[in-house]
């Protein structure tokens, strides 16, 4: 009979290593170009006229998206493989950015970034890597999904101030292109050259052992009955109030500090760096949340970047660069570090055939929270003519993502149990 012992020793095979590489490198392709959405704020309202609100839809749209989409991109997955889901990212990016760099109206904008944008990073991102991942890892899960998550990060840095640079040289025109090109670069790969269909199916160890019982019931999750547990509305609510944190700050990032006299490849650079220190914070918070469990983990967490918040507002009465630099290292150090926890403690409820469906599903909290902050930052910012609401928004909201990890039973055991685990 198989069993969980019957997993190699060590997880870090060199198959299995290139297989979480290649998501990572995805992953942080996916979402640094995403988040070059605060390079065009600037250059779009003065090229079109759109306001801050109309602009700030576009991101809110990509989000929604992401949201609804996420569920069928894990059941793609399921059935179709990796090659097809990352497949349909790479065009969807590909060709809403081409297609984008022509755009002339408002509601273009919307279909060919915010559209296109959801799809292409429900497909690349960590709807996918998190499910693939759990195919090839099981005892390492958790240092190993927090690497692959620092690709968000790792993608901010490199993309994100080369694009203000291209952007600022030739237009935001060649910029969309420049994004388009570096998408179709990975299709003939898919195609023709990767083993994709080894990649999708995992793990032969894994295959053969039998799934840890998620629960006391041992119930065998799905999409079907996991609407049942509460741990999946806990973590379902942590994503929601996270991303409307984060999403009601990052868009209008670089716009905000441009606007108080910081120089924009500057700004540029701050928030590329934001993405830098997130890959340091997802993998502290991976070994915090190791040692002594995603609870306490989540409660430094959050509280960084409150904190980072705080620093960024300070710059609005004092423009100097050290309140700029609290900002990236306190909320950039923790931007994204909730992710890596909430996928690993859902990997431990609900790990099995279904594990990426669910997860998609419980993504959809993502993509409806970042759609709600964002939105609703540019109207606070156009009806107050400031950035003040918003940012007090974003530190309440922040609260209200760390209340499932203190307040639900379900999440609590499981946060306990696995702390206790790391030090027996």
């Known amino acids: 009979m198989n069993d969980p012992q019957n997993i190699p020793t060590s997880e870090f095979q060199g198959f299995a290593l290139g297989v979480a590489a290649l998501a990572l490198l995805m992953n942080a392709l996916a979402r640094g170009m995403i988040d070059a959405f605060a390079v065009f704020v600037l250059p779009l309202s003065e090229t079109f006229g759109?306001?801050?609100?109309?602009?700030?839809?576009?991101?809110?749209?990509?989000?929604?998206?992401?949201?609804?989409?996420?569920?069928?991109?894990?059941m793609i997955f399921d059935r179709l493989g990796l090659r097809a889901t990352w497949l349909i990212g790479t065009m969807a990016l590909g060709s809403g950015f081409g297609l984008a760099s022509q755009m002339t109206e408002?509601?273009?904008?919307?279909?060919?970034?915010?559209?296109?944008?959801?799809?292409?990073?429900?497909?690349?991102?960590?709807?996918?890597?998190?499910?693939?991942?759990?195919?090839?890892?099981?005892?390492?899960?958790?240092?190993?999904?927090?690497?692959?998550?620092?690709?968000?990060?790792?993608?901010?840095?490199?993309?994100?101030?080369?694009?203000?640079?291209?952007?600022?040289?030739?237009?935001?025109?060649?910029?969309?292109?420049?994004?388009?090109?570096?998408?179709?670069?990975?299709?003939?790969?898919?195609?023709?050259?990767?083993?994709?269909?080894?990649?999708?199916?995992?793990?032969?160890?894994?295959?053969?052992?039998?799934?840890?019982?998620?629960?006391?019931?041992?119930?065998?999750?799905?999409?079907?009955?996991?609407?049942?547990?509460?741990?999946?509305?806990?973590?379902f609510g942590v994503f929601f109030f996270t991303t409307a944190c984060v999403y009601a700050v990052v868009p209008q990032c670089v716009a905000y500090l441009v606007e108080h006299g910081i120089d924009p490849l500057a700004a540029a650079t701050a928030y590329g760096l934001t993405g830098t220190l997130s890959v340091v914070g997802m993998l502290g918070m991976g070994w915090?949340?190791?040692?002594?469990?995603?609870?306490?983990?989540?409660?430094?967490?959050?509280?960084?970047?409150?904190?980072?918040?705080?620093?960024?507002?300070?710059?609005?009465?004092?423009?100097?660069?050290?309140?700029?630099?609290?900002?990236?290292?306190?909320?950039?150090?923790?931007?994204?570090?909730?992710?890596?926890m909430v996928a690993t403690v859902a990997a431990r409820f609900f790990a099995g055939?279904?594990?990426?469906?669910?997860?998609?599903?419980?993504?959809?909290?993502?993509?409806?929270?970042?759609?709600?902050?964002?939105?609703?930052?540019?109207?606070?910012?156009?009806?107050?003519?400031?950035?003040?609401?918003?940012?007090a928004m974003a530190i309440g909201l922040a609260l209200c993502g760390l209340l499932p990890f203190w307040f639900m039973p379900s999440l609590r055991s499981a946060t306990e149990a696995n702390t206790a685990t790391a030090k027996a």
């Open 106 to 235: 408002l509601w273009q904008f919307y279909v060919l970034v915010g559209l296109s944008s959801g799809i292409g990073m429900a497909c690349l991102g960590m709807v996918t890597a998190s499910a693939l991942i759990s195919r090839w890892f099981r005892r390492e899960l958790s240092p190993v999904m927090s690497v692959v998550y620092a690709g968000m990060g790792l993608g901010m840095l490199a993309i994100v101030p080369s694009l203000q640079w291209v952007v600022g040289r030739w237009g935001w025109q060649n910029g969309y292109l420049s994004l388009a090109g570096l998408m179709w670069v990975f299709v003939p790969l898919f195609i023709a050259v990767l083993p994709m269909r080894r990649m999708s199916e995992g793990s032969a160890a894994i295959r053969s052992a039998p799934k840890p019982p998620p629960s006391k019931s041992g119930a065998d999750w799905s999409l079907s009955n996991v609407w049942q547990h509460s741990a999946f509305w806990g973590l």
């Open 353 to 391: 055939k279904g594990f990426s469906g669910i997860y998609g599903a419980m993504t959809t909290g993502l993509g409806l929270g970042g759609a709600m902050g964002s939105y609703a930052s540019g109207w606070l910012h156009d009806w107050t003519l400031g950035y003040n609401a918003s940012f």
């Open 50 to 74: 759109w306001t801050r609100a109309e602009i700030s839809l576009g991101y809110a749209v990509y989000m929604l998206a992401y949201g609804l989409v996420s569920p069928f991109v894990g």
């Open 288 to 340: 915090i949340a190791r040692r002594w469990g995603e609870r306490r983990a989540a409660t430094l967490s959050y509280s960084s970047t409150i904190l980072g918040i705080v620093s960024l507002a300070v710059v609005a009465v004092d423009p100097r660069l050290i309140w700029v630099y609290g900002f990236v290292l306190f909320f950039g150090s923790n931007q994204g570090a909730r992710g890596p």
